[in-house]
C-alpha cells in the first residue's frame, strides 16, 4: 500500500463528511419544517484491501442516509388523528346550536311556554278583559316565534352540514391523488438507488392529514409505496400510484349520498362514520334530527292539547271554541297562532258555558295543561321537556369539549414522542457538524502529509 492509497483514503474521507455535513445542514434548514424526519449518514468502513499479506483498511464509505421513523408511532398517530377529526368537528357544530337552547342568557323557548300558560291564568282573573286576552295572543306569537328560531337553527345547522360535503370531498381526493403521486415518485426515485426520504415524509404528513378526514389503515410495501384503505369499507383508497375518489350522490339535494370509487374497483355507496367526515354524517342524520325530533313532538303536543280543551270551551259570543293554533301544523317550523284568533281576541274560548261568557273555566283547565305530564309517555310537563332537550344539548355541548380536549392531549403526547424520536435537535446537528467539521480537516490535512511525503520522496530520485 502507497502513498496513493493514502491519498486516496483522505479523498474518500473528504467526500464522505462533506455529504454528512450536508446531510446536517439539510435537517438544520427543515428544524420547523411539519412532517420532517430528521436523517443521518450511516459510516462504515470501505472494504479492505492486502499489501504485502496483511489487511489494510481503505477508508470509510457511507452505506446509507437514514431516516429517524417509526411505523408504530405513525400508525397511533393516524388513530388519534381520526378521533380528533370526529370529535373535533361535532363539538364545533353543537357549539354553534347551543345558544339557541340557553336558557340563562336569554328568555328562551322554556320561558315562552311558561309566559304562555301564566297570560292564560291570568286570564282565569278576568275572563272577558282585553287586555288579558291580547296577552294571551302576544305570549302564544312569541311562543311561536321561538319554536321557528330553534328549529330554523337546527334545520339551517343540517343543511349547513350537507353542503359542507362538497369541499371535504374534494379535499380528501385531493389528497388521495397527491399521496399516489408522491408514491410513484419514491418508487422511481428508490429504483435508481435514490434518496427519498423527504418524500416519504410529504407523503406520511399526507396520510396523518387524510386520517383526520377519514378513517383509514395503511400498509408499507417494499417498494416503498403506502397502501391506504378506508377503514368503514376496506375499499382501496391508494394502491401504489393509483388513487381512488370519493363522489356525492345529489338525487336528493338535502341529503347527499357519499359514493367510493376504489382504486381499481367499482362505484358504491358507502357511510363513513369516523373522521371529519363521518362526524359531518352523523351531525346531519342523527345528533341534529334527534334535537329536531324532541322539538317537534313538544310542539305538535302543545298544538293537540292546547287546541282540543280550547275547542271545548265557548268565547265571549257563545260560540264553541275553534283552534287556538293552526291545526294543520305538524312541527315546530310549522307552529302557528290561528290567524283567525289573532285578528279577534273574542274569540278565545275562555269560558266553559255557552251561557256564562264571563266564566273562567275552560280558561283555568288550559292553565292546568302547563302541570300536567303529557310529553313522552306520560312521563314529563311541557316545561320538562324542553329543559330535558336544553339539558341534553348542554350536556352533549359539554361532553364534547371534554373529548376533544383529551383527545388533544393525546395527540401532543404522539408528537411529542415523535419529536424526540424523529424531530431535528439543533444542539445535536451543531455537535456533528463540528464533528465532521473536524474529520474533514483531519482528511484534508492526511491528503497534505501524504502529498509532502510524495514531494520527499520525488526530491530523492532528482
Not at 255557552?354 to 280558561?363: Q, W
Not at 332537550?389 to 393525546?410: H, I, M, N
Request: hydrophobic share 35%; charged share 15%; net charge negative.
Amino acid at each position: 500500500m502507497g502513498l496513493s492509497a493514502a491519498m486516496e483514503i483522505g479523498k474518500n474521507g473528504l467526500n464522505v463528511y462533506r455529504v454528512a455535513t450536508e446531510v446536517t445542514g439539510e435537517n438544520i434548514s427543515n428544524v420547523n419544517t411539519p412532517g420532517y424526519s430528521r436523517q443521518r449518514a450511516i459510516l462504515e468502513s470501505a472494504p479492505p484491501t492486502t499489501a504485502n499479506g496483511f489487511p489494510l483498511g481503505t477508508g470509510v464509505k457511507i452505506s446509507t442516509v437514514e431516516r429517524y421513523y417509526d411505523g408504530l408511532l405513525q400508525q397511533q398517530m393516524v388513530n388519534s388523528e381520526t378521533t380528533l377529526g370526529y370529535d373535533t368537528t361535532k363539538s364545533t357544530v353543537l357549539q354553534q346550536i347551543e345558544p339557541a337552547f340557553n336558557e340563562i342568557q336569554n328568555d328562551g323557548t322554556g320561558a315562552a311556554i311558561s309566559s304562555f300558560f301564566a297570560s292564560w291564568q291570568d286570564l282565569t282573573i278576568n275572563p272577558t278583559g282585553t287586555t288579558e286576552r291580547q296577552a294571551v295572543i302576544t305570549t302564544a306569537q312569541t311562543l311561536a316565534d321561538n319554536f321557528h328560531m330553534v328549529s330554523k337553527t337546527l334545520s339551517d345547522t343540517v343543511s349547513m352540514q350537507n353542503s359542507s360535503l362538497v369541499p371535504v370531498v374534494d379535499s380528501i381526493n385531493a389528497t388521495l391523488t397527491n399521496i399516489a403521486q408522491l408514491n410513484s415518485q419514491i418508487r422511481t426515485t428508490e429504483l435508481v438507488a435514490g434518496n427519498a426520504n423527504e418524500i416519504r415524509d410529504q407523503r406520511d404528513l399526507l396520510v396523518r392529514n387524510l386520517s383526520t378526514q377519514i378513517g383509514i389503515t395503511f400498509t408499507e410495501n417494499s417498494d416503498g409505496t403506502t397502501d391506504i384503505k378506508f377503514a368503514d369499507s376496506g375499499g382501496a383508497l391508494v394502491t401504489g400510484a393509483t388513487a381512488g375518489a370519493f363522489s356525492l350522490d345529489k338525487t336528493d339535494p338535502n341529503s347527499f349520498a357519499v359514493q367510493l370509487t376504489p382504486a381499481g374497483g367499482t362505484l358504491a355507496t358507502v357511510t363513513p362514520t369516523t373522521g371529519n367526515l363521518g362526524a359531518i354524517l352523523a351531525l346531519r342524520d342523527t345528533i341534529i334530527p334527534g334535537y329536531q325530533k324532541q322539538l317537534n313532538d313538544l310542539a305538535t303536543t302543545m298544538t293537540t292539547q292546547v287546541n282540543t280543551q280550547h275547542k271545548l270551551g265557548y268565547d265571549l259570543k257563545g260560540t264553541q271554541g275553534i283552534a287556538l293554533f293552526d291545526p294543520a301544523a305538524t312541527n315546530a317550523a310549522t307552529f302557528n297562532l290561528n290567524s283567525a284568533i289573532a285578528n279577534d281576541t273574542s274569540l278565545i274560548a275562555a269560558s266553559s258555558s255557552a251561557i256564562l261568557t264571563g266564566d273562567n273555566g275552560n280558561a283555568q283547565k288550559i292553565a292546568s295543561l302547563q302541570n300536567q305530564k303529557l310529553m313522552t309517555g306520560g312521563t314529563l310537563t311541557f316545561n320538562g321537556a324542553w329543559d330535558g332537550l336544553a339539558s341534553g344539548v348542554g350536556l352533549d355541548v359539554a361532553s364534547s369539549k371534554t373529548t376533544v380536549s383529551q383527545d388533544e392531549a393525546f395527540s401532543k403526547q404522539l408528537n411529542t414522542l415523535r419529536e424526540s424520536n424523529s424531530g431535528v435537535s439543533l444542539d445535536e446537528e451543531l455537535t456533528n457538524l463540528i464533528m465532521y467539521q473536524r474529520s474533514y480537516q483531519a482528511c484534508a490535512q492526511l491528503i497534505t502529509t501524504a502529498t509532502a511525503m510524495m514531494d520527499t520522496v520525488l526530491g530523492m530520485i532528482r
